[in-house]
């Protein structure tokens, strides 16, 4: 009897959970209507918390390679880490650095490391708790041209938009939340969107700007020992 009604108990149970949580899609344009890819999407529910909070993910990694860094842009939730490894046969630098209008708004963590060439032992950082929800400019003191974003969502209810400007987020729980929606080439917050999730929610904004053509990764440098410094 126990065994027969244990399956059937824990498919209520996922069923009734599943009443209870709704679906996110965002569309985000820019000002001149074409879709924005890499905007950021977060979902902050304005219910309570809930009792348990989802596993965090495992350290992300940003790589760097062919002097750019790799990804571009990364998003974790509050408390995750992350880790840099030099892949270049050269040092490297890693560096939080200010960003909005010129350059006046403080990243929420700082940190500072040099790297050195691949596979030397000092090529990784340790890994860096990411404990404060915003945005952080990444850079290198040794090229200048190299960035990278990393944005800390402060819910995990969060998503990047595709090449179509669309973002999905499952699993949110139903009743009133705020949308917000961030982009690496923002000078500053858009406001948030109030919203009421049931079920599947739709919803779309335009952005103010329309952030620049990001250009393809180059091809791999030909190194042969020397070390470029731009
Ligand atoms: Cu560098």
């Given at each position: ?43 902050l ?102 960035r ?25 729980p ?28 739709a ?25 470029p410094?731009?």
């Amino acid at each position: 009897m126990t065994t027969l009604l244990r399956p059937a108990l824990y498919a209520l149970l996922l069923a009734a959970a599943a009443a209870h949580a709704g679906s996110v899609q965002m569309l985000v344009t820019a000002a001149d209507g074409s879709p924005v890819a890499d905007a950021v999407v977060v979902v902050l529910p304005q219910g309570p918390a809930p009792a348990t909070a989802p596993p965090l993910p495992p350290v992300a990694v940003i790589g760097q390679k062919n002097i750019r860094f790799e990804p571009l842009l990364t998003v974790v939730p509050v408390g995750a880490s992350v880790r840099f490894v030099n892949q270049d046969r050269f040092d490297h630098h890693v560096r939080s650095m200010p960003g909005g209008p010129l350059g006046s708004v403080a990243p929420v963590t700082e940190f500072e490391y040099r790297l050195g060439p691949q596979r030397r032992g000092t090529h990784t950082s340790p890994d860096l708790l990411l404990d404060k929800p915003g945005a952080i400019v990444v850079g290198c003191h040794l090229h200048g041209s190299m960035r990278a974003h990393l944005y800390v969502s402060p819910t995990p209810h969060f998503a990047v938009t595709d090449a179509n400007g669309r973002a999905q987020i499952q699993g949110v729980p139903e009743g009133p939340a705020q949308i917000r929606v961030w982009h690496p080439d923002q000078l500053v917050d858009a406001p948030a969107i109030s919203a009421q999730v049931t079920g599947a929610l739709a919803a779309s904004t335009r952005l103010p700007f329309t952030p620049r053509r990001r250009a393809p990764p180059p091809p791999p440098a030909n190194v042969h020992g020397d070390y470029p410094t731009q």
